[in-house]
């Protein structure tokens, strides 16, 4: 018997136990700092214009900060929910995540376009100051503009029923939503 | 009543499959003969209680009995029938159920066909297989149950299956992948049984060595369908993504490459025994892990099942069982004199080392950058996702490094060569491949793509390699003429996977570099070039299929006037879910493929349309189906079909078989 002959043994030992923490920890659960705190200043060029936006021009509440790119293809599979949500009268904001800016275009043009307006992250600095973990992830930002939700992976009918229906009733039009909850 | 049945008939093949996992092993302990002839009755007992379960439940789908919760929520009355039978596997319990039946089937394959095999042998080999399949009739039942019942609120229709899914892609897809993986669990089993036994020698190796073949065959060509699949539905060309699920299904090709080469060492010289001792319990675990990420929810993929950590607990626990118990049998039983069979510095041996260290660096690479989130998200140190860029960086050039010596492999002598003959035999053909080389790096969008003249020259080596050992083989001999038998199944197999490899590395060099793409709004009558070919939107329509309804678009497709094809890309809606599907139009052939997908609706008679030109892809899944076909044809070789008859009595001994 050797010693070293015990070492893919340990090696998956390790591995198990790696595997046992992460079923433990939800990857799409939020960093509890960000919850509940206003979202993080900024000042970036938006997707289509090109002039700088900062966060007071998320100024239509509650709204849906939807961070999606080009390189993420599950954006794809969530992209017509998007537009349907847009069309039913949810305000949505992209936050267009470490990508390039001329294929996002080519994007909206081509699979139609559901945003309010996009921030051109470029960088990924706004996506690192509200803790994005991946693209697609969707953020409810709500009246007062403070996060108050958060939902990692495609966003469905389904998952929207379950979790997103505190915020907005479908039902409901536009003008009703937000002549309840007032737009500031 | 039916689903009834079925739950019943899988109970009844857990408590089966628990005889096997325990009385055959039983009887290999204490030399009871009686005991040890049970495993293949038990064997057969489990496959036919676990085909009527799955029989059944394709019953309930195909009745649209919305009471069982599964085909409720993944089924629908409209569905066309063949998608109402795919649909028993588009979902997670009842893809378990199929994991278990292909188990089962490999089961009953190994009885079948091992009966010239030492009893103790065959004994363990079905028991072990028997303990993976409680574990995963466990989980089935115990977690998972297909035959659910919604009772008394019975919906009067189906969710419908995901549109995704529906597309005769899918319907082979995910039994294919399953003989792979699953498949994998035979030459494990012979490995542990080899280790209980005691006896890793070349007749265990040239036993395992064509159920390894075969599986890792079936999971080459199941990965090529998942890609050729994601290429034409998902709708925007792209050909494979590095997303989690991929990976879980090539790692385990990965190190299953690594373990087809390192037996053929074991099998010919009696060397490398512990190491593909080992690389077969990797294989092995790594498809139990793809199996863990995929249905555990701890890694975010859109592939991926609905997230339970009940169920993740429940395979970590059987993959802790699994995995640790084989690797602490091999801690103890592992022979650890070092082989007496010598080779040199310059040999096949060592060629084919270069080989699994290639490959087992690259399953390394990828199982790192796959668990890497995971990694610093449970140490706290922040939520990462790892994309393409990582995996394209360190998985090219690995790639990259193995084909040069992929080409000497064939040709090189086992135990001691010299690079002295190899350059000989090499080195006017690999001069000529240079030139090729650099003359069709000529051709490409920029005056010269250095891309393309290394993917040419490496895949062109190594066909080289492969022609080169064809024709010394047909060529050599005492007669005159050509000997055409001395082209032996297992080097027909050989020589394909490699020219395969060939293929596949070729089209996705020339495929990344070489395509191109306009993204346009196109009216009624208007008409596009890409490259040489006119593209004109000829009219619009609407078209009711089974359970949607498309927009569609007629395009007429000619070159330099001629007329090539009529292409009908759609924008699906389906009735029963309201999601929207893009079915790209694609025009196929050998060196090019055209392809053309809707976007979305621009003001009348317009639309957002987007055409490709993706030279060259075809290469990546014909090269994929000789990878995989090779890999089947290695078994017809003569040396497995005598094995039955020849050696009723186990020898013992590193003993080495002449080729």
């Not at chain 2, 317009?606 to 290695?634: C, D, E, H, N």
Request: hydrophobic share 55%; proline share 5%; aromatic share 12%.
């Amino acid at each position: 018997m050797q010693a070293k002959k015990f070492i893919p043994l340990l090696a998956f030992v390790v591995l198990a136990g790696l595997l046992f923490r992460g079923l433990s920890i939800d990857p799409s659960e939020l960093p509890a700092a960000r919850l509940g705190q206003p979202f993080p200043e900024f000042s970036q060029p938006e997707l289509s214009t090109g002039r700088e936006v900062s966060v007071e021009a998320l100024a239509v509440r509650p709204a849906l900060v939807n961070v999606w790119a080009t390189w993420c293809y599950s954006c794809r599979v969530e992209h017509p929910y998007l537009i349907a949500l847009a069309q039913q009268g949810v305000p949505i904001y992209g936050l267009n995540y470490k990508d390039d800016s001329a294929k996002a275009r080519e994007w909206l043009t081509q699979l139609g376009d559901p945003y309010q307006l996009n921030i051109a992250d470029v960088e990924g600095s706004v996506g690192l100051d509200l803790g994005v973990y991946g693209a697609p992830e969707t953020y409810v930002l709500d009246a007062d503009g403070v996060i108050a939700h958060r939902h990692v992976g495609v966003l469905s009918e389904e998952v929207f029923q379950r979790d997103f229906s505190p915020w907005f009733s479908l039902g409901a039009s536009l003008s009703e939503i937000h002549g309840e909850v007032g737009v500031e | 009543m039916i689903p009834e049945l079925g739950h019943v008939s899988l109970i009844i093949a857990f408590v089966l499959a628990i005889g096997l996992a325990a009385v055959p092993m039983w009887g290999a302990l204490r030399r009871d003969i009686a005991a040890m002839n049970t495993a293949p009755s038990l064997a057969v007992g489990v496959t036919v209680f676990v085909g009527i379960a799955f029989a059944l439940l394709a019953v309930s789908f195909l009745q649209d009995d919305f009471s069982v919760a599964v085909v409720a929520a993944n089924s629908n009355s409209l569905l066309p029938p063949i998608f109402k039978f795919s649909a028993v596997w588009g979902n997670h319990e009842g893809s378990l159920l199929l994991w278990v039946l292909i188990l089962s089937g490999w089961m009953t394959a190994v009885a079948y066909f091992s009966r010239g095999l030492p009893l103790v042998m065959v004994a363990r080999v079905l028991s072990v297989m028997g303990m993976v399949a409680v574990g995963f009739l466990a989980f089935s039942l115990l977690t998972s149950n297909p035959f659910e019942r919604l009772l008394p609120n019975t919906p009067l229709d189906g969710n419908d299956l995901n549109p995704l899914l529906q597309d005769p892609g899918l319907i082979i897809h995910p039994p294919l992948l399953y003989m792979g993986y699953v498949g994998l669990s035979v030459p494990f089993a012979f490995a542990i049984a080899a280790l209980m036994g005691g006896r890793l020698d070349a007749s265990w190796a040239r036993w395992s060595r064509p159920w390894t073949n075969v599986a890792w065959g079936f999971l080459s060509l199941g990965i090529m369908l998942g890609s050729w699949w994601a290429y034409y539905e998902l709708g925007w060309g792209g050909w494979w993504f590095w997303d989690p699920v991929e990976n879980a299904s090539f790692m385990p090709w990965l190190m299953g490459a690594a373990l087809v080469h390192s037996l053929a060492v074991t099998e010919k010289r009696g060397v490398f025994r512990s190491w593909t001792v080992l690389l077969a319990i990797f294989a092995f675990s790594l498809s139990l892990l793809g199996t863990f990420l995929v249905r555990s929810g701890v890694l975010t993929s859109v592939h991926a099942f609905a997230a339970d950590p009940e169920r993740g607990l429940f395979i970590l626990i059987f993959l802790a069982l699994v995995v640790g118990g084989s690797l602490l049998l091999y801690a103890l039983r592992a022979p650890s004199v070092a082989s007496r069979v010598a080779y040199g510095a310059v040999s096949r041996e060592s060629l084919l080392m270069v080989n699994n260290l290639v490959f087992i660096v690259s399953t390394v690479v990828v199982l790192l950058g796959t668990l890497f989130p995971l990694i610093m998200d449970a140490f706290s140190l922040g939520k990462y996702s790892v994309g393409p860029p990582y995996f394209n960086a360190v998985f090219v050039p690995l790639m990259a490094l193995l084909m040069p010596f992929m080409a000497v492999g064939p040709l090189s002598r086992w135990r001691e060569d010299s690079a002295r003959r190899w350059l000989h035999e090499l080195l006017v053909p690999g001069l000529g491949v240079m030139v090729v080389a650099a003359l069709l790096g000529l051709l490409g969008k920029a005056a010269f793509n250095i891309w393309i003249a290394m993917a040419v020259l490496l895949s062109g080596w190594v066909a080289l390699g492969v022609i080169k050992d064809g024709w010394r083989r047909l060529s050599s001999g005492m007669t005159s003429g050509l000997q055409w038998r001395r082209l032996s199944p297992s080097f027909l197999g050989m020589a394909l996977a490699h020219l395969g490899f060939a293929g596949v590395v070729l089209g996705a060099v020339v495929v990344t570099q070489e395509s191109e793409e306009h993204d346009l709004r196109m009216a009624l009558g208007d008409s596009e070039l890409l490259g040489a070919y006119r593209f004109e939107l000829q009219s619009l329509g609407q078209q009711a299929g089974p359970n949607y309804l498309a927009d569609q678009a007629v395009f007429e497709v000619s070159r330099n006037g001629e007329p090539i094809a009529i292409l009908v890309p759609e924008k699906r809606r389906y009735f029963a879910s309201g999601q929207i599907m893009t079915e790209a139009a694609i025009d196929a052939s050998l060196w090019r493929d055209l392809y053309i997908a809707l976007g979305e609706p621009i003001g009348d008679n317009a639309w957002a349309v987007r055409l490709q030109y993706k030279p060259m892809v075809r290469w990546l899944w014909l090269g994929s189906l000789m990878i995989g076909f090779g890999a089947l044809v290695t078994v017809f070789d003569r040396r497995y079909r005598s094995q039955a008859v020849r050696n009723p009595v186990p020898q013992t001994g590193a003993k080495a078989v002449a080729s």
